[in-house]
């Protein structure tokens, strides 16, 4: 009997070092952020912004969740709550999140401000809408701090009217303030970003032809920039992640530094269950030793970008010239060990 039981129990011990994808049922546009011993998890819910907080990501079923902001019932921030991200930045809590009045020319970014050092304790002060320069439409705001700068970089228009998201760069005075010009530094130029043509229902119907969203900033180890976006409309199957990159000593604000990849470096090209993997982040793991790229994906072919898109994780490389290596998204259901 006590050899079965210590069989038992170096088997739940096994199985616990282990996971497979997907992390949760449903959950577009991942975030997490390891940080004191803990990994905080959010995701696009649409309708509020909630915290997950567990020792382990790969136990994201039984975390504790914990919803952090509501919003009004009507205005300009209370429709499609998209793309919620999660920062720790000059000793405060930030979230930046997507929203519009229920017209999608209307959206823009907003932030949220909390001083407690655990983000699902404390109070979450909205500090109203971060203003990008000229003020377009802007969706997937994420910042970043390089050399003592911070920068801001989302995905908008550059007019009024639809019909391209392209990806942009700004500087910030401080986590919630935008400052100086804007400048683009990727739109989408390549046959791999410009699958899908769709137009929205509504009163405000807007082609939406040519798409680059989701931008993640990830230094190399030799202090390379890069910035990996998701290219392609995510309703199709073609969706997947491109890469920008400037040198470590570059101006970040000028054009001229950026230089784009001129194939995806992520994409789920006829992967068993795995379609349309994109709109990623990235984490390190809790000895900070191993990165990991964090995103979500389809398990079937033409699920679009409704409800079915679940979060994955896996681990990825630099390679000697600080490009990351990806590879190919996995087949749903591999084991894979848990982030150490």
């Known amino acids: 009997m006590k050899k079965i039981a210590l069989l ?13 994808n997907p992390l949760l049922p449903a959950g577009a546009d ?3 952020i390891y940080h004191d ?39 300009m921030y209370s429709k499609s709550i998209w793309a919620p991200e999660l920062h720790f930045l000059r000793g405060k809590w930030y979230i930046y999140f997507a929203a519009d009045n229920g017209q999608n020319r209307n959206h823009r970014l907003y932030v949220l401000e909390n001083d407690s050092p655990d983000p699902t304790e404390g ?8 203003e990008t320069p000229q003020d377009k439409w802007a969706i997937d705001g994420s910042v970043f701090e390089h050399k003592g700068q911070l920068y801001l970089t989302w995905s908008g228009w550059e007019g009024e009217e639809n019909g391209r998201q392209d990806i942009y760069l700004c500087k910030m005075s401080n986590p ?17 970003e410009q699958h899908g043509l769709l137009t929205h229902p509504g009163p405000d119907d807007q082609p939406i032809v040519l798409v680059n969203e989701g931008p993640q900033y990830l230094q190399s180890p030799n202090g390379r920039v890069n910035i990996i976006f998701s290219a392609s409309g995510c309703w199709t199957d073609y969706y997947a992640l491109g890469m920008v990159y400037a040198d470590a000593n ?10 784009k990849h001129p194939a995806p470096v992520f994409w789920a090209d006829d992967v068993k269950g795995t379609h349309a ?10 000895n900070g030793k191993q990165n990991w790229i964090l995103y ?7 699920q679009g970008c409704g409800g079915k898109r679940a979060p994955r994780m896996q681990p990825f490389t630099f390679g000697a010239d600080g490009t990351p290596v990806f590879g190919s998204p996995l087949p749903l259901g591999v084991e894979m060990s848990v982030p150490r």
């Open 277 to 286: 993997a994109g709109h990623n982040s990235f984490f390190k793991s809790p």
């Open 8 to 20: 038992l129990l170096l088997a739940t011990s096994l199985h616990a070092q282990t996971f497979r």
């Open 250 to 259: 570059a101006d970040l604000m000028s054009p001229k530094s950026w230089q």
């Open 123 to 130: 109070t979450w002060t909205f500090k109203g809408k971060l």
């Open 30 to 32: 991942p975030w997490s």
């Open 296 to 302: 979500h994906a389809n398990a079937e072919a033409g």
């Open 176 to 192: 919630w303030t935008c400052t100086g010009n804007r400048i683009r530094i990727s739109d989408p130029k390549f046959a791999w």
């Open 37 to 75: 011993g803990y990994y905080y998890y959010m995701h696009t819910t649409g309708k509020d912004l909630n915290i997950w907080k567990t020792k382990d990501l790969s136990q994201l079923p039984s975390a504790e969740k914990v919803t952090v902001w509501t919003p009004p019932a009507t205005g």
